[in-house]
């Protein structure tokens, strides 16, 4: 069995122990996203106490005469702190006077509609690219006949994929992370949150997890889609197949349902967690076309001004120009793209 994450193939050994190892299959990924009827993220200029927040919402909605309004409640980690925005849920027929009254109000930055996203993922074998069943087929034929041509003019040209079938099956020793952990960079003392779909409490994998969080009301942190645990091997795994920094301080961020859907206002919260705990790195290992959702693109900064440095997927939609994802088309997010089926081995011929 084949997982993938960002066109990077991972093999799941029959034990069902996640492996960082090449593989022949391939991952591809579809967002959808909308606005949640109703549901208005108001902004606020600073943080506040929850009591103060009510107060703030409540004297607004009086001034407007709006009687059928609802704090919407959040109950997550991050419930107990101060915090710089409230969800708010109205009847149509009250939005216009209640955005004006909120946006009036002098401890209101912002009102914006509530969104969600659902992300979806579709596991490709790269030998059947080029079917119907592919994303991006006639993109994927058109590089097929480029490498063809190409193999026909210089012998000595090879694909990433025969060469990766040459050399040691750890991703690890592939990328050299060998040589920086003889000079003791293993990550230890780093904090990295991996904002996914959790991962379970005792697996065997991993020693460095510091806190498992869920912020989808689930009431577990456990991984049921394999993403998320995945991810945080790539990381830090410690057995088996060693992480990047197999060294590094954990913190698990489940901000996706089993059902792969998550909202602004839970992004928002377990950012302002992340904050809280002096995270050093984030990363979110989903990209997204809300360049616009603004709450979420400030929050992004703030983590910046805070020293998080976040690291997130990008061009999962490409390569087609405007494909570039939000959060890591921001200028202060590192964003990582990367596809066996098209990353050449250091010494062959560039590409293109």
């Known amino acids: 069995m084949v997982q993938a994450c960002l066109g990077v193939e991972i093999e799941v050994p029959p034990s069902g122990e996640i492996c960082n190892t090449t593989g ?30 009510d107060n703030y919402v409540g004297a607004a909605m009086r001034n407007a005469g709006v009687t059928n309004w609802t704090i919407v409640p959040r109950s997550n980690p991050a419930a107990d702190y101060p915090s710089d925005f409230d969800v708010i849920s109205f009847d149509a027929k009250w939005m216009k006077a209640a955005i004006g009254a909120l946006e009036d109000h002098p401890a209101v930055k912002r009102v914006t509609v509530q ?65 920086l952990w003889a000079l003791g960079v293993t990550g230890e003392g780093i904090r990295v949150a991996v904002f ?14 510091q806190e498992r969080t ?14 998320g645990t995945f991810v945080a091997g790539v990381i830090a795994s410690q057995k088996h197949c060693l992480g990047l920094a197999p060294n590094a301080l954990l913190h698990i961020f489940r901000v996706f349902t089993d059902n792969q859907v998550s909202y602004t206002s839970w992004f928002l919260d377990a950012f302002n ?22 709450p979420f693109v400030d929050k992004v900064w703030e983590l910046s001004a805070n020293k998080v440095i976040m690291v997130s997927a990008i ?32 010494g062959s011929p560039p590409a293109g």
């Not at 591809?28 to 929850?50: A, C, L, M, Q």
């Not at 959060?327 to 066996?340: C, F, K, R, T, Y």
Request: proline share 5%; glycine share 8%; with cysteine.
């Open 24 to 53: 022949s299959a391939q991952v591809n990924y579809e967002f959808s996203t909308d606005v949640v009827p109703g549901e208005h993220i108001v902004t606020f200029r600073g943080y506040y106490p929850k009591s103060a927040r």
């Open 115 to 179: 969104r969600f996203v659902q992300r979806s993922i579709k596991y490709i074998d790269e030998e059947d690219c080029g079917s119907s069943d592919c994303l991006y087929s006639g993109w994927r034929n058109h590089r097929a006949r480029a490498l063809h041509s190409l193999r026909q003019t210089k012998q000595t040209s090879y694909n990433s994929r025969k060469l990766l079938r040459t050399v040691p099956r750890q991703i690890t020793s592939v990328l050299r992370a060998d040589v």
């Open 196 to 209: 996914d779909t959790g991962l379970a409490r005792h697996h065997p994998h991993f020693s460095g997890v």
């Open 214 to 227: 869920d912020w989808t009301g689930e009431q577990s942190a456990d991984d049921a889609l394999g993403h």
């Open 273 to 294: 967690y992340a904050i809280m705990r002096k995270i050093d790195v984030l990363n979110l290992s989903i990209g997204g076309p809300d360049f616009m959702d603004h």
């Open 315 to 346: 061009g999962n939609d490409g390569p087609l120009y405007g494909t570039l994802n939000n959060p890591a088309d921001q200028m202060d997010v590192i964003g990582v793209a990367v596809s066996a089926s098209t990353t050449e081995w250091p």
